[in-house]
């Protein structure tokens, strides 16, 4: 209806779609691209050693995340085994979230935030979950963006993380209520009582 109405109207609207998509997949690759040269930038800066590993999940494994980069202390020894999951001794001391962002939005945070040691609001909640898994007391941020000065703050565990955690026990412990019920609505469906269950809605 649209179409008919305004033809114009609809192909810019199925333009600004599509644009909206390419400039995900452009940030994909730019992120890609200038990621890693971020790490190396914070090695130096640092003087610590980034490690990358992939997804990480809490100590009793209710809840994960994936971070851009670990810092293991001094001694630490991250072991991978063969199916691909690793184990951290030592645990981790602190973990990144590294931003290569299109350089007007870079330049932004860079107004508003440069020399304040604060991470950007649309990233802290990111550290923040970094702790929360990891149980790390900080959390480094990083905005890389060649031409322009990087912007680099720390992100200390507070209240906000706490109550972050609060809430993710309180998600898994509702998720195995309903993983049980469910079970258990599996388990009826098969005792000869509750055929109807087996059924499509339209009784078949």
Not at 4 to 29: F, G, T, Y
Not at 135 to 152: H, I, K, N, R, T
Not at 180 to 200: I, P, V
Request: with cysteine; hydrophobic share 40%; aromatic share 10%.
């Amino acid at each position: 209806v649209l179409a008919e109405r305004n033809p114009d109207l609809w192909q810019l609207a199925q333009a600004v779609k599509d644009q909206s998509k390419m400039d995900a997949m452009l940030q994909i690759h730019r992120g890609k691209a200038l990621e890693p040269i971020a790490r190396q930038y914070y090695e130096m800066r640092t003087g610590l050693t980034v490690t990358e590993v992939g997804f990480i999940g809490s100590n009793d494994d209710t809840w994960g995340m994936s971070p851009d980069g670990i810092v293991i202390p001094d001694g630490g020894v991250l072991e991978l085994y063969d199916d691909g999951t690793y184990d951290i001794e030592a645990g981790i001391s602190r973990g990144l979230e590294c931003k290569a962002l299109w350089p007007q939005t870079h330049a932004r945070l860079l107004l508003k935030y440069y020399g304040k040691n604060i991470v950007p609001a649309d990233y802290v909640w990111q550290c923040r979950m970094g702790m929360a898994v990891t149980e790390c007391s900080e959390w480094d941020f990083l905005s890389y963006c060649p031409g322009q000065a990087p912007l680099f703050a720390t992100a200390y565990r507070d209240a906000e993380t706490d109550l972050l955690v609060e809430g993710l026990n309180v998600l898994a412990q509702e998720r195995e209520i309903i993983r049980g019920q469910l079970d258990a609505m599996w388990d009826d469906s098969f005792t000869g009582d509750n055929e109807r269950l087996l059924r499509y809605p339209n009784g078949q």
